[in-house]
Every structure is written in structure tokens, then in C-alpha cells.
């Protein structure tokens, strides 16, 4: 009832039920949206309290591994200043190394380039060596074929001499230039001579005269001999006296000697005129 007026407040009245209506109807959807979002936060906060009784039963383990790492992590940490101390060492002796290897290696310079001159100088030396072994294998197989020609013609002289040989009738006497092969029997130091048992019937007769070779290379003085008695098998050599320049041996019973026949030792024209050069020699034999 409007008491001011006699109009109706019936529509008036209608429209602010509804209103009402409309405000219960969004207090019910608040309420029950507010419920729905209240029993999410509960659920939610019950997770949360989950993971956090979660994680504080993983801290409570994490705290006894982290006590228990620490002095691991000291250790290692101790361990690390070390080997960085070692390592700032090591480099020091790095850079030491260097330098020497670099002071090594200017000093190779010179060396390599002495190598490199060596290597092309040795380059040239195979090469000529080369071209000389090709030079001596050429003239060793020259020096063969005249080896087997002097082969061949040494058989052919020998196949022609020996008939010729054999028709030449040898004195009994030791013929000049021939050798013989003796051995001292017993020495005479007076006499300055040697006895052999040679005679007469090997072909030694009284003033025979002998060159004794004592080395097979002519490398000693030789001297002469004359034999001043000769026997059926025994014979007596002494030193030649027209050669009082000629150096004195030395005898030795049992010595082998070589001893050739050789020619008269003086001039007999003119005995004042005999020197050295006359003297024979086993060239002129």
C-alpha cells in the first residue's frame, strides 16, 4: 500500500520480488560456485600439503647426503687447489720446455739447411758413384774376357813350349839363372860362409856363383855367395869378396835359402871399373 497515494505499488512490488528472486537465484550460484571453488582449494591444498610432506621428507634425506658430501665436497676442493698449484707448475715448466724447444730448433736451422746441402752433395756422389760402378763392372768384364784370352794364350804357349822343351838337352852343371832350394848344414863364422849337402852330383862345381834370395818378394838387400869347395855331396859357400860393400848376414844352421845361379861378379877386363850398377840383379837373370 502506498499511503501517500491512492496509485497501486503492485508492479512495483512484482518487479523488486523479482529483483529479489534474481539476487537469491545469483546468491545460490555464488554460494554453490563458491563451494565447488572451496572444494577445489581443499583438494589443491591437500596436494600441496602431500608434495610438502613430500619434499620435507626428501630435505630431511638430502640434509643427511649433504652432511655427508660435505667433507667429500672439501676434499675435492682441497684436491682442486692442489692440482691447480701442480698445474700452475706444470705450466711454468711448459713454458720452460718451449722456450728450450724453440732455442733447439733456431739452432736446427742452420743444421737443416747443412742437411739439405749434404742430402743434394750425397745426391751427386751416388750418381758419380753409380756411373763408376757401371765404369768397373764395364772394365771387369773388359779384364775378364783379356784374362781368359791370356788364358787361352798361356795354354797355347804352354802346349807349344813343352814339346820344345823337352828336345833342349840340359847341362848336368846348374845352368845360369837356374834355382835351387837349400838348407844350411852347419855355419862358419871365420870363413864367413855355410855348408850344404849339394855337390858335385847335384851340379855345383868349385867358383860357381849364387844370388841369395831370402824373400820371396825381393824385399831384403840380397847377397852373393861363391862356392870355394865343392865334394861328391857336399859343399861350402862363402860370402863373394869382390863385393866388400854387400852387408853381412847372419847365418843360421837349418835355414832354407834360395840360391841362383849367377854370372861372374867383375869385370874381368878391367876389375877397377866394377861398381854397383855392374853388379847382377834378378832382372838381368
Same mark, same amino acid.
Request: charged share 30%; proline share 2%.
Given at each position: 500500500?502506498?499511503?501517500?497515494?491512492?496509485?497501486?505499488?503492485?508492479?512495483? %512490488?512484482?518487479?523488486?520480488?523479482?529483483?529479489?528472486?534474481?539476487?537469491?537465484?545469483?546468491?545460490?550460484?555464488?554460494?554453490?560456485?563458491?563451494?565447488?571453488?572451496?572444494?577445489?582449494?581443499?583438494?589443491?591444498?591437500?596436494?600441496?600439503?602431500?608434495?610438502?610432506?613430500?619434499?620435507?621428507?626428501?630435505?630431511?634425506?638430502?640434509?643427511?647426503?649433504?652432511?655427508?658430501?660435505?667433507?667429500?665436497?672439501?676434499?675435492?676442493?682441497?684436491?682442486?687447489?692442489?692440482?691447480?698449484?701442480?698445474?700452475?707448475?706444470?705450466?711454468?715448466?711448459?713454458?720452460?720446455?718451449?722456450?728450450?724447444? %724453440?732455442a733447439e730448433r733456431q739452432r736446427m736451422e742452420p743444421l737443416k739447411e747443412q742437411?739439405?746441402?749434404?742430402v743434394a752433395q750425397l745426391s751427386e756422389v751416388s750418381l758419380a758413384h753409380s756411373?763408376?760402378?757401371?765404369?768397373?763392372?764395364?772394365?771387369?768384364?773388359?779384364?775378364?774376357?783379356?784374362?781368359?784370352?791370356?788364358?787361352?794364350?798361356?795354354?797355347?804357349?804352354?802346349?807349344?813350349?813343352?814339346?820344345?822343351?823337352?828336345?833342349?838337352?840340359?847341362?848336368?852343371?846348374?845352368?845360369?839363372?837356374?834355382?835351387?832350394?837349400?838348407?844350411?848344414?852347419?855355419?862358419?863364422?871365420?870363413?864367413?860362409?855355410?855348408?850344404?849337402?849339394?855337390?858335385?852330383?847335384?851340379?855345383?862345381?868349385?867358383?860357381?856363383?849364387?844370388?841369395?834370395?831370402?824373400?820371396?818378394?825381393?824385399?831384403?838387400?840380397?847377397?852373393?855367395?861363391?862356392?870355394?869347395?865343392?865334394?861328391?855331396?857336399?859343399?861350402?859357400?862363402?860370402l863373394a869378396e869382390s863385393l866388400p860393400s854387400q852387408v853381412t848376414p847372419s847365418?843360421?844352421?837349418?835355414?832354407?835359402?834360395?840360391?841362383?845361379?849367377?854370372?861372374?861378379?867383375?869385370?874381368?877386363?878391367?876389375?877397377?871399373?866394377?861398381?854397383?850398377?855392374?853388379?847382377?840383379?834378378?832382372?838381368?837373370?
Open positions: 500500500m502506498n499511503r501517500g497515494s491512492f496509485e497501486s505499488l503492485d508492479s512495483t %512490488l512484482i518487479s523488486e520480488k523479482e529483483k529479489l528472486n534474481e539476487a537469491e537465484l545469483l546468491i545460490g550460484l555464488e554460494t554453490n560456485s563458491t563451494e565447488a571453488n572451496m572444494s577445489a582449494l581443499l583438494k589443491i591444498n591437500r596436494e600441496y600439503r602431500k608434495q610438502l610432506e613430500q619434499l620435507e621428507e626428501g630435505s630431511s634425506g638430502a640434509s643427511e647426503e649433504l652432511s655427508f658430501l660435505l667433507p667429500k665436497v672439501k676434499s675435492l676442493t682441497e684436491q682442486l687447489n692442489s692440482s691447480q698449484k701442480e698445474l700452475g707448475q706444470a705450466e711454468e715448466e711448459i713454458a720452460k720446455i718451449e722456450a728450450m724447444i %724453440l742437411k739439405d746441402v749434404s756411373s763408376a760402378e757401371m765404369d768397373w763392372q764395364r772394365l771387369d768384364q773388359n779384364f775378364s774376357s783379356l784374362n781368359r784370352i791370356r788364358q787361352a794364350a798361356l795354354e797355347t804357349f804352354t802346349n807349344s813350349r813343352n814339346p820344345l822343351m823337352e828336345e833342349i838337352i840340359r847341362p848336368f852343371e846348374i845352368f845360369y839363372g837356374d834355382s835351387i832350394e837349400v838348407e844350411i848344414d852347419s855355419v862358419s863364422e871365420k870363413e864367413k860362409g855355410f855348408f850344404i849337402k849339394w855337390g858335385l852330383e847335384q851340379g855345383i862345381c868349385s867358383g860357381f856363383n849364387f844370388l841369395v834370395q831370402t824373400d820371396e818378394n825381393w824385399n831384403e838387400m840380397p847377397v852373393y855367395v861363391t862356392c870355394s869347395l865343392a865334394e861328391k855331396q857336399y859343399s861350402f859357400l862363402k847365418f843360421r844352421k837349418g835355414e832354407k835359402l834360395t840360391l841362383i845361379r849367377s854370372a861372374e861378379l867383375t869385370n874381368p877386363i878391367s876389375s877397377s871399373n866394377f861398381d854397383d850398377e855392374k853388379t847382377l840383379s834378378p832382372i838381368d837373370l
